[in-house]
């Protein structure tokens, strides 16, 4: 996203009521304009949620960023897909654990995740099979003792979150001739009670470019929101509109958000 796209975001925080910001990416402390848009977002009294990895915390560069995280009181939501060194690595190379864990105690040193302390520090858990992830209170409970035991860690909560069938998860399900079965999982497990709770009926997701989606699944398949009676919209479209009540994108993948404990950018529905 460039400084122009920033801007815009940041005019539309100014014009609209929307009280909290989550930053995603990739890697999204990467850009340039991270620190800036954290600052002015933070001026406006809208709270900032960094979705990170949190093995950039000790990358060179990016050793300031607890620091950083603290001093704006950014909510931090720290992907860490198992407590278990090995299932880490394997999932996303060779040493990534280690960093993660020097990464979570680096927040911790500077108070996330403690009780008593405003600095809310949450981790993401995602099965990496095509299986609906364990309930999030007795993972959770996993979590904090193995992280506390073995390294001294604390946090807040644990999210679980269902995986996509969709990008590189989903080319590995059709590799694999698991695709079908997995959706047919997603299917079956379908709660009609996580309709009302799911993420795309209170955010909008934009794109690099400033482009608008009902979430962040539908924007990595393409699926504008269908807001406007355009074919997409950009947030700077939206400066004097009001999106409540419009239509939602779905699709197949949608049974991802809907299956079992259901699942959403803050955690399972229920």
């Given at each position: 996203?460039?400084?122009?796209?920033?801007?815009?975001?940041?005019?539309?925080?100014?014009?609209?009521?929307?009280?909290?910001?989550?930053?995603?990416?990739?890697s999204p402390e990467m850009n340039p304009e991270f620190r800036r848009l954290v600052e002015q977002?933070?001026?406006?009294?809208?709270?900032?949620?960094?979705?990170c990895n949190p093995a950039i915390l000790v990358?060179?560069?990016?050793?300031?960023?607890?620091?950083?995280?603290?001093?704006?009181?950014?909510?931090?939501?720290?992907?860490?897909?198992?407590y278990q060194e090995q299932n880490v690595?394997?999932?996303?190379?060779?040493?990534?654990?280690?960093?993660s864990i020097a990464g979570l105690l680096k927040l911790n040193n500077v108070g996330y995740g403690k009780k008593g302390q405003e600095l809310a520090l949450n981790l993401v858990y995602n099965p990496d099979d095509p299986i609906l992830p364990l309930k999030q209170a007795a993972l959770q409970e996993d979590y904090k003792r193995e992280l506390f035991d073995n390294h001294g860690i604390v946090?807040?909560?644990?999210?679980?979150?269902?995986?996509?069938?969709?990008?590189r998860f989903g080319a590995r399900l059709l590799a694999k001739n698991e695709y079908y079965d997995y959706m047919a999982l997603l299917r079956n497990s379908f709660s009609a009670e996580n309709l009302d709770t799911v993420m795309c009926r209170n955010l909008i997701s934009v794109d690099y470019?400033?482009?608008?989606?009902?979430?962040?699944?539908?924007?990595?398949?393409?699926?504008?929101?269908l807001l406007n009676d355009k074919p997409r919209s950009h947030l700077a479209d939206l400066?004097?509109?009001?999106?409540?009540?419009?239509?939602?994108?779905?699709?197949?993948?949608c049974y991802g958000c809907t299956a079992g404990q259901g699942s959403s950018c803050g955690s399972a529905l229920n």
């Open positions: 996203m460039d400084a122009g796209t920033i801007d815009v975001v940041v005019e539309y925080l100014e014009r609209s009521e929307i009280k909290i910001l989550d930053l995603t990416g990739g977002a933070r001026q406006l009294d809208v709270t900032v949620m960094d979705r990358e060179p560069g990016y050793e300031y960023l607890a620091e950083f995280f603290a001093e704006n009181q950014l909510v931090v939501i720290a992907s860490l897909p198992c690595d394997r999932q996303r190379g060779k040493g990534v654990y280690r960093k946090f807040n909560e644990l999210y679980t979150l269902a995986n996509m069938p969709i990008n470019q400033g482009y608008v989606y009902d979430c962040d699944f539908n924007q990595m398949l393409a699926m504008p929101a400066m004097s509109s009001n999106i409540e009540g419009s239509l939602v994108a779905i699709g197949e993948h």
